[in-house]
């Protein structure tokens, strides 16, 4: 490896995040002259403001964009499930510097007042503000040029964002400024971990293998990858394998044993990470409390509020109503393509099991032959027989689904939220999947634009749990245009 490589290898975040600060900040600038030129540039000679009257303002702005993205979390190295929080910080820091620059064009104006002895306080505060007031006037500019590019500030960011996240997924897809890391333990925890990790390499880690108690293990293989060492080994490992990070899965083991290995972690100096105990209770928002000593781990109240109930069932009439009148033509010859391949009705209902467990009857375009549209598992890969033709090309770009909207009319779905399962599935469900019937379901959701939408729903709580725990209105209109993205992309299923 050159020298160049090894230096970006062992400085991959730093390098990476610096690159996006300059590139946010590129993003705001012409956001800016993008405004200036779309309400100014284009405007009468005789009524244009020139560019140089927002200098001033322009820079302001970028300044506070780029501390209100550090503020919400966006140059952190730590990301979110399928950077569904990173997106929403775009928003709300968008949102927020658009009130502190306008907070601030309002106690910066240009001050003519005089200290005039009337207090030592006010003596000094006359001069400080002059010294760091606003030179231009606020009458000078437009405010709708001002509006316009924090608007511009947000699409822009957005698809950078976007744009960067795929970039960097792409590096660590080959290889590049990913960390190794092994895990402690190899109970179903710790298998858990594994298969995330093959199953999403654009994390940027790179998993060597396991460490396991029992050192006649060492060898075996669990799955795919290979039992590398025991715990006394440990040390040797982590400088031949150079482990970056270590993951301790051994939340089945006792305390004592545990914090040893977390002790000789902290004696190596190498950074790890604790699975803990209960761990599913922590896919929950919990609150840490502290009795005198003890901590405590609590859930807050569970209540969705009046408005926000509200706005979330407007949004779902207004995207249902909008999709069904501009897609009518779609319906008519998606249904005649369906019926011409296979004998049997254009549409597909099955009862499907809603919130709080009530059932309702789904809709959707049937895209199998009539005899195998029964109650079993849906098809895996693009190869199933039961799969028309036409129906294979409604699966892959999720059109199939379109009829969803229906549901959503009636009340009986939502766009966004944990896909409906049916009655013989649910029937299998345990105390924690039963979590999913909390919420209504939905035509779309984290599951299907993540990396596992490939396998059944129910194989993959953690995506309806975390939706559940955060959901919002602004993380809906996360999801769904994100859902825009991979139905283009064709990466539905199948």
């Known amino acids: 490896m050159t020298v160049l490589g090894t230096f970006v290898r062992r400085n991959f975040e730093p390098l990476v995040l610096s690159v996006q600060v300059l590139v946010d900040l590129a993003v705001v600038i012409v956001a800016c002259l993008t405004a200036w030129w779309w309400r100014e540039g284009l405007a009468p000679?005789?009524?244009?403001?020139?560019?140089?009257?927002?200098?001033?303002?322009?820079?302001?702005?970028?300044?506070?964009?780029?501390?209100?993205?550090?503020?919400?979390?966006?140059?952190?190295?730590?990301?979110?499930?399928?950077?569904?929080?990173?997106?929403?910080?775009?928003?709300?820091?968008?949102?927020?510097?658009?009130?502190?620059?306008?907070?601030?064009?309002?106690?910066?104006?240009?001050?003519?007042?005089?200290?005039?002895?009337?207090?030592?306080?006010?003596n000094y505060l006359v001069p400080l503000h002059r010294a760091i007031d606003l030179e231009v006037n606020p009458s000078q500019y437009s405010r709708i040029t001002?509006?316009?590019?924090?608007?511009?500030?947000?699409?822009?960011?957005?698809?950078?964002?976007?744009?960067?996240?795929?970039?960097?997924?792409?590096?660590?897809?080959?290889?590049?400024?990913?960390?190794?890391?092994?895990?402690?333990?190899?109970?179903?925890?710790?298998?858990?971990?594994?298969?995330?990790?093959?199953?999403?390499?654009?994390?940027?880690?790179?998993?060597?293998?396991?460490?396991?108690?029992?050192?006649?293990?060492?060898g075996s293989m669990i799955e795919r990858s290979r039992v590398?060492?025991?715990?006394?080994?440990?040390?040797?490992?982590?400088?031949?394998?150079?482990?970056?990070?270590?993951?301790?899965?051994?939340?089945?083991?006792?305390?004592?044993?545990?914090?040893?290995?977390?002790?000789?972690?902290?004696?190596?100096?190498?950074?790890?990470?604790?699975?803990?105990?209960?761990?599913?209770?922590?896919?929950?928002?919990?609150?840490?409390?502290?009795?005198?000593?003890?901590?405590?781990i609590?859930?807050?109240?569970?209540?969705?509020?009046?408005?926000?109930?509200?706005?979330?069932?407007?949004?779902?009439?207004?995207?249902a109503l909008v999709t069904l009148t501009l897609g009518g033509m779609f319906f008519l010859v998606s249904s005649i393509l369906i019926r011409r391949e296979s004998p049997g009705p254009a549409l597909f209902r099955q009862t499907r099991i809603g919130q709080n467990g009530r059932p309702f009857e789904m809709v959707k375009f049937r895209t199998m032959h009539t005899s195998d549209c029964d109650d079993a598992l849906a098809p895996s890969?693009?190869?199933?027989?039961?799969?028309?033709?036409?129906?294979?090309?409604?699966?892959?770009?999720?059109?199939?689904?379109?009829?969803?909207?229906?549901?959503?009319?009636?009340?009986?779905?939502?766009?966004?939220?944990?896909?409906?399962?049916?009655?013989?599935?649910?029937?299998?469900y345990g105390p924690l999947d039963r979590e999913r019937l909390r919420a209504k379901p939905g035509v779309t959701g984290l599951w299907q634009i993540s990396y596992a939408r490939t396998s059944a729903i129910h194989d993959y709580l953690d995506y309806d749990l975390y939706y559940i725990e955060n959901q919002s209105v602004l993380l809906d209109l996360v999801i769904i245009a994100l859902t825009g993205f991979a139905v283009i992309k064709g990466t539905g299923a199948y």
């Open 45 to 122: 000679i005789e009524t244009a403001t020139d560019l140089i009257t927002y200098r001033e303002i322009f820079s302001i702005t970028a300044a506070i964009c780029l501390v209100c993205f550090h503020w919400f979390g966006m140059y952190s190295p730590i990301k979110s499930l399928l950077n569904v929080e990173e997106f929403k910080a775009v928003s709300k820091s968008s949102v927020a510097a658009f009130f502190v620059v306008h907070a601030l064009i309002v106690f910066l104006r240009g001050t003519t007042q005089e200290a005039d002895g009337s207090g030592a306080l006010y």
């Open 146 to 218: 001002l509006v316009l590019a924090f608007g511009l500030i947000l699409v822009f960011t957005t698809i950078s964002r976007f744009i960067s996240f795929k970039l960097i997924q792409e590096l660590h897809r080959r290889g590049i400024g990913n960390r190794n890391v092994l895990i402690v333990g190899t109970g179903e925890t710790a298998r858990r971990l594994q298969r995330k990790f093959l199953l999403v390499p654009t994390l940027g880690l790179n998993f060597v293998g396991f460490v396991e108690r029992d050192s006649s293990k060492v």
């Open 228 to 296: 590398i060492g025991a715990y006394e080994d440990l040390e040797r490992l982590l400088g031949q394998y150079k482990v970056g990070d270590v993951f301790v899965a051994l939340p089945e083991e006792d305390e004592d044993t545990v914090m040893a290995i977390v002790a000789r972690l902290e004696r190596i100096g190498v950074s790890y990470h604790v699975v803990p105990r209960f761990y599913h209770l922590m896919s929950y928002k919990v609150r840490i409390e502290n009795l005198d000593s003890i901590p405590l």
């Open 298 to 319: 609590a859930r807050p109240e569970r209540r969705v509020s009046l408005v926000s109930a509200m706005v979330k069932r407007s949004l779902d009439i207004a995207i």
């Open 381 to 428: 890969d693009d190869n199933d027989p039961r799969v028309t033709r036409v129906g294979r090309f409604l699966r892959r770009y999720s059109l199939d689904e379109l009829p969803n909207f229906l549901n959503v009319l009636r009340g009986e779905m939502s766009v966004v939220g944990p896909r409906p399962e049916m009655p013989f599935i649910v029937d299998t």
